[in-house]
């Protein structure tokens, strides 16, 4: 079971911009596309209520029915950002469809193994990590080529139409697979999630994708991942949504994990129970989605992080201790309303910090966060219910989710300033005596003549300055004076190479020019920056 994600429904606060919510699909690459994807997406619900319902099948114990929520998530935090640099360096659409035949086979292998009786626990756990592993190398190359199929101008809305193809699936999907599930077995649903990759495969091998010409070489696989990181570790805003959204997944995890035992084992009932409340989140999901814009209008992210996880916790509460179907029904409903709007607002705050070079890495951070919480999370809570019991899991589950608005209230969402990534092309490129090795580290020094009495409010302003420049690549910064000259600053950074170096003219943004003029105003009157570049000398 896969909790419902939303395909970055980040961007549909802009929709006003788009001609309508609807003109993508007149797009027929982009509909085909959205329509193999419903299909698909409900074979992957499908996937996910046969493998949770085979598990309890297979054994009582609530620590192995939790792992089959932590085999589906701990690949994705695993291979998150491995993934990230690979569908920033390579071409995306080559890259899906080796990925779709991946699935195809291991899925079809585990309903032709589960038909004949060969599938065992361990058995299961190992298919589930393996499409896992699939998943997580396409959802940040899924998540980046929404730009290539539409307009610009109707991009906000193909994102939007993303979210509400995945939420419909997921309120079709499990309903379908309770029912195949309960009349014929868990095999069936395994083999139709292999099929339903047909449909998208066919579209991407029609799909003739133009070929941009980079004017710089790939990055390589490492380095990208390093870079990545090294974004992350630098952009404040974006580790705030991340420490927010590890307050909520954590916790959260727990109904996921449990909720395949719940039915069977508490509400003593069948797959097609199962199915019918997994079903109503995806409706209480594509509900919520509906209604979202006009919610985000009038409160914060914050509060409304804050108001969700608290709906949540309370759904988590009554799915512990109510036995009553239709009020379970209704807070399912609940349920998938308040995961819809969580999700929502973390990728809206994700995606504002993201440049385009490094989005697929940066979302992929998101990724390991949420599938770190949710791996993580179901481990812990399986092995916690096997000592105190799956109600009272549940309950500790959503007193710390509450707990954990409060203690993360702090990183505020959304509050920072909204940087202007367009490309500022006035960054000139260096003027050299020789061709350095693509390969050859470099050593910049720019130099900076302050004004006497501005030199604390210099170096203040020269803090944005670092974390620029190692968002941008460096992996050294220092600001140095002159001990004979307190006027006088030299700023060093280091770059892994020639070539990445170059690239960091070309990643030079309106904001970065923004953040560099605060730092340059408290120049000498008539100074200006002087730049030195120095490469390493290879037999030094």
């Known amino acids: 079971m896969k909790p419902a994600q939303s395909s970055e429904p980040a961007e549909s606060e802009s929709t006003d911009a788009a001609p309508s919510a609807w003109s993508p699909l007149a797009n027929g690459l982009f509909r085909n596309l959205w329509l193999a994807t419903i299909v698909s997406n409900v074979g992957t619900w499908m996937q996910d209520v046969g493998a949770g319902w085979l598990m309890t099948s297979l054994s009582s114990s609530p620590s192995m029915v939790a792992l089959v929520e932590a085999a589906d998530s701990i690949p994705l935090m695993l291979l998150a950002l491995p993934a990230g640099a690979l569908a920033d360096i390579v071409d995306r659409r080559r890259l899906l469809i080796g990925v779709q035949f991946y699935l195809l086979f291991v899925a079809g292998l585990l309903g032709i193994l589960t038909l004949l009786g060969l599938t065992t626990a361990w058995v299961l756990l190992g298919f589930v990590f393996a499409l896992g592993v699939g998943g997580a190398v396409v959802m940040p190359a899924w998540s980046s080529i929404v730009p290539d199929l539409v307009q610009k101008d109707e991009l906000a809305s193909a994102i939007a139409l993303n979210s509400i193809a995945i939420n419909v699936s997921r309120a079709i999907g499990p309903a379908i697979a309770g029912l195949l599930v309960a009349a014929v077995g868990a095999w069936l649903v395994f083999v139709l999630n292999a099929l339903s990759y047909v449909g998208i495969l066919a579209v991407l091998l029609r799909w003739q994708k133009e070929h941009h010409r980079r004017t710089l070489p790939a990055e390589r696989f490492v380095s990208a991942i390093r870079v990545g990181m090294r974004f992350v570790l630098h952009s404040r805003?974006?580790?705030?949504?991340?420490?927010?959204?590890?307050?909520?997944?954590?916790?959260?995890?727990?109904?996921?994990?449990?909720?395949?035992?719940?039915?069977?084992?508490?509400?003593?009932?069948?797959?097609?129970?199962?199915?019918?409340?997994?079903?109503?989140?995806?409706?209480?999901?594509?509900?919520?989605?509906?209604?979202?814009?006009?919610?985000?209008?009038?409160?914060?992210?914050?509060?409304?992080?804050?108001?969700?996880?608290?709906?949540?916790?309370?759904?988590?509460?009554?799915?512990?201790?109510?036995?009553?179907?239709?009020?379970?029904?209704?807070?399912?409903?609940?349920?998938?309303?308040?995961?819809?709007?969580?999700?929502?607002?973390?990728?809206?705050?994700?995606?504002?910090?993201?440049?385009?070079?490094?989005?697929?890495?940066?979302?992929?951070?998101?990724?390991?966060?949420?599938?770190?919480?949710?791996?993580?999370?179901?481990?812990?809570?399986?092995?916690?219910?096997?000592?105190?019991?799956?109600?009272?899991?549940?309950?500790?589950?959503?007193?710390?989710?509450?707990?954990?608005?409060?203690?993360?209230?702090?990183?505020?969402?959304?509050?920072?300033?909204?940087?202007?990534?367009?490309?500022?092309?006035?960054?000139?490129?260096?003027?050299?005596?020789?061709?350095?090795?693509?390969?050859?580290?470099?050593?910049?020094?720019?130099?900076?003549?302050?004004?006497?009495?501005?030199?604390?409010?210099?170096?203040?302003?020269?803090?944005?300055?670092?974390?620029?420049?190692?968002?941008?690549?460096?992996?050294?910064?220092?600001?140095?004076?002159?001990?004979?000259?307190?006027?006088?600053?030299?700023?060093?950074?280091?770059?892994?190479?020639?070539?990445?170096?170059?690239?960091?003219?070309?990643?030079?943004?309106?904001?970065?020019?923004?953040?560099?003029?605060?730092?340059?105003?408290?120049?000498?009157?008539?100074?200006?920056?002087?730049?030195?570049?120095?490469?390493?000398?290879?037999?030094?």
């Not at 995606?351 to 385009?356: A, N, R, S, V």
């Not at 190479?497 to 000498?524: G, P, T």
Request: proline fraction near 5%; charge should be neutral.
């Open 237 to 540: 805003p974006l580790q705030m949504v991340l420490i927010r959204g590890a307050a909520f997944f954590i916790f959260a995890s727990a109904t996921w994990s449990l909720f395949p035992l719940i039915v069977r084992r508490e509400l003593g009932r069948g797959p097609e129970i199962y199915g019918l409340l997994l079903t109503c989140i995806g409706i209480g999901a594509v509900a919520g989605a509906m209604v979202l814009p006009r919610i985000r209008a009038k409160v914060s992210r914050d509060a409304l992080v804050a108001a969700a996880s608290v709906l949540y916790a309370l759904a988590a509460l009554a799915l512990a201790h109510v036995q009553n179907i239709g009020l379970l029904a209704m807070a399912m409903l609940a349920t998938g309303a308040a995961w819809i709007s969580i999700l929502s607002a973390l990728q809206v705050s994700a995606q504002i910090t993201l440049p385009p070079w490094v989005r697929a890495r940066g979302l992929a951070a998101f990724v390991v966060v949420f599938m770190g919480g949710m791996a993580l999370g179901s481990i812990l809570w399986g092995l916690l219910a096997n000592r105190m019991g799956i109600p009272a899991t549940l309950t500790t589950a959503a007193l710390g989710m509450v707990l954990g608005i409060g203690a993360t209230w702090k990183f505020k969402l959304g509050e920072h300033e909204v940087l202007d990534f367009t490309p500022s092309m006035d960054w000139p490129m260096p003027v050299l005596a020789e061709t350095p090795a693509p390969d050859v580290p470099v050593m910049v020094t720019i130099e900076y003549r302050i004004q006497p009495d501005k030199r604390e409010v210099f170096v203040e302003a020269m803090q944005p300055v670092r974390e620029m420049r190692r968002r941008n690549g460096a992996y050294f910064w220092q600001l140095f004076h002159d001990s004979e000259d307190p006027t006088r600053f030299v700023e060093t950074f280091m770059d892994e190479s020639w070539l990445e170096h170059l690239r960091q003219h070309e990643r030079a943004s309106v904001a970065d020019r923004e953040i560099l003029r605060r730092a340059k105003q408290y120049l000498a009157q008539a100074e200006v920056t002087k730049t030195s570049h120095w490469l390493a000398e290879r037999d030094a």
